[in-house]
């Protein structure tokens, strides 16, 4: 495994825990880690990883 691939990883699973701790009141917030979650999981499955 790449060391890309583990950096994605976890800034995958970092993004997935602040998405957690927003309030959905907070439509601004999920917005912009949702987008940010996307951008990650688009480049891992560029590089061939599935989740």
Known sequence: ????????????????????????NDIIGKMTFTSRLMKVESQLRDLGVSF
Request: glycine share 4%; net charge negative; charged share 25%.
């Open 1 to 24: 495994m790449s060391l890309e691939v583990v950096f994605l990883l976890a800034e995958r699973s970092e993004v997935q825990r602040i998405l957690d701790g927003i309030s959905w």
